[in-house]
């Protein structure tokens, strides 16, 4: 039964790994852009929520309502200062460049906040679950997270199938000389699915702070498990990643319940199981995020 | 193709134009390089232990960074994952170490290795690229450190101590680790050099130019990448096993830390990608800047990136690419220059700058 709770656990864990790889696969998706610095900015949205709670009073669990609206603002506006510049120069440049981004955020939060651990407090929360039985116990927060992604993965897919703006992101992304032929503004829409990116980055963050301590070099975990729930998954394709996140998750949690310092070592070797035996990922999709 | 017998550039070309590797006379070159490998070999002679201790850390980031320039400037491969070879040269130094091997006769041993374990490794990440090459590199590094990290023999996660130092006069000690440094250095950057003018080269900026058309050509694009990928690697591990004889400690956090990749990465993107003299002048700033800013913590970090990314975008030739545009200076000619047989000796008129000379092209996009 420890086993099935590990199992369960893993699941409601791949939700927040596919809220994660949300971000990676829409700035990938639309404007070939591979965001290192994505791991990074979650940390930056937990701790500020971390600033917002104290000063603010709100319930933690609402935080999103001012973290989310700062991050839509900072992806359009970095789009369209800085990705886009860098994406003017080619691909080789945007790598540096977020690369670039990455270090200068982990080091400037570790100069505001020293490398000691913080949490966002969402008080009796964190203790509150559903006891299924004896074994198996599912907590209301992994829950939330879990409904929380599925929801913003059918909020996405909805988003860029129907409405004229994903309709916009979705031809741009296919060809964008053919797109600007049309009287699309492809930079204004690149600036759009940035923030759409950075949103559920926020999100990923916020959620990631509400699960786990966080420290100012926490940003690399968020990244590397992004990446790796895409590639699992499948590269573009939404509901891939969600499968990919699931997998990584049962992976971490069945690795951590042989021993806990395998959780990590276990999601490595299954990604780098995959990239050897179905490079293409489990699902390949052709959506465009 | 088949029938025709190999003829070299020089032999191609002979009818109608003269061709030298440079400008000058190669033996200038030469010169100044062999000058300042022994004036710098003689430096324990002259100086105090703390200069050549700090010495060290400026070889160990220069090969560090002449091995990410040769992956990313030349072969198109952006790793943010190089630590893992940092970390694994370390180790092999520790793990000789505990058979009685002597710390600097581990040093070449760590090197081979990890040249060795990068042929798996680029099996694996090289089925993948660009950005997600890039990320690849990076759980490869993080895969390593957690392997590692669970053998109590080497450690585990506090690490351990590198045996085979006890009983030396420490000056001497200090004065050894300086000397395999430097030899570490001047092999890396000669290998990088030797590399660049070989047949390799010329695929490399082949492939730098236009990626497709090379393949189209018939050349053994993968194979050429690899190649370099496998350099890099076996660079990597010399540079942390010369980390691992400096500090005489190896700690899994620190030798697989990802601040080696942004070092060595700030340090190229600084001083010029593409070109060997690039990351000597980078190395040069950031080891300037590390040391004037040291005492206010992570700031040379922050400010370091904040240069890396306004180079990258507004200059990106770097430093070098700043100095070499004004005073055609080049220490390390692997291009070639076209003199004409006939009429003015005036090689700017007829020199294509670009496509001759992979030294001062355009970063790979």
Known sequence: MTWVNAVVQGILLGGLFALFACGLSLLFGTMRVINLAHGDLAVVAAFLAVEIVPTTHLPAILSFLIVLPIFLGLGYVGQRTLIQTALDRGAFTVLLVTFGLSVVIENVLLELYSANSHSIDIGSLVSKSIHVNAQISIAYLSLGIFVVAVIVLLGLQYFLSRSTMGRQIRAVADDQDAAQLVGIDYRHVFGVAAAIAFATVALAGLAFGMYSSFAPSSGQGPLIYAFEAVVIGGLGSLWGTLVGGIILGVAQAVGGQIDPSLQILAGNLVFLAVIALRPEGIFKGRVAA | ?365
């Open chain 2, 1 to 365: 193709m088949s029938v025709a017998p190999e003829r070299t550039i020089e032999e191609a070309a002979s009818a109608h134009v003269r061709v030298t590797r440079s400008r000058r006379p190669v033996r200038w070159s030469i010169a100044v390089v062999v000058v300042a490998i022994v004036a710098l070999a003689a430096l324990p002679y002259v100086v105090y232990t703390g200069t050549t201790d700090t010495l060290v850390n400026f070889f160990i980031l220069l090969t560090m960074a002449s091995m990410w320039n040769l992956l990313a400037g030349y072969a198109g491969l952006v790793s943010v994952g190089q630590q893992a070879f940092i970390g694994l040269g370390a180790y092999i130094v520790l793990l000789l170490g505990l058979h009685s091997v002597n710390p600097f006769a581990a040093v070449p041993l760590a090197a081979v290795g990890c040249g060795i374990l990068a042929l798996p490794i680029s099996l694996l990440v090289m089925r993948l690229r660009g950005g997600y090459f890039a990320i690849a590199t990076w759980v490869v590094a993080d895969t390593c450190e957690q392997l590692v990290a669970r053998s109590q023999t080497l450690g585990g996660g506090t690490g351990a101590g590198v045996a085979g130092f006890q009983g030396v006069d420490p000056t001497l000690l200090s004065a050894n680790t300086y000397w395999v440094a430097l030899a570490v250095t001047v092999v890396a950057l000669a290998s990088v050099y030797l590399v660049l003018r070989s047949r390799l080269g010329l695929v490399l900026t082949a492939v730098r130019d236009n990626e497709i058309g090379a393949r189209s050509l018939g050349t053994r694009v993968t194979r050429a990448k690899r190649i370099v990928y496998l350099v890099a690697g076996a660079g990597c591990g010399a540079a942390g096993a010369l980390l691992a004889v400096s500090q005489r400690f190896v700690q899994p956090g620190s030798v697989f830390s990802v601040q080696w990749s942004a070092e060595m990465i700030f340090v190229t993107v600084i001083g010029g990608i593409g070109t060997i003299e690039g990351p000597i002048v980078g190395a040069a700033v950031f080891f300037i800047l590390q040391q004037t800013l040291s005492q206010y913590g992570a700031w040379y970090l922050i400010i370091l990136g904040v240069v890396a990314i306004a180079v990258a975008i507004w200059t990106p030739r770097g430093l070098w690419g700043l100095v070499s545009r004004r005073v055609h200076v080049r220490l390390f000619p692997v291009g070639y220059w076209l003199w004409p047989r006939s009429g003015r000796n005036d090689a700017r008129t007829t020199a294509p700058e670009r496509s001759g000379d992979p030294a001062s092209g355009e970063v790979p996009g």
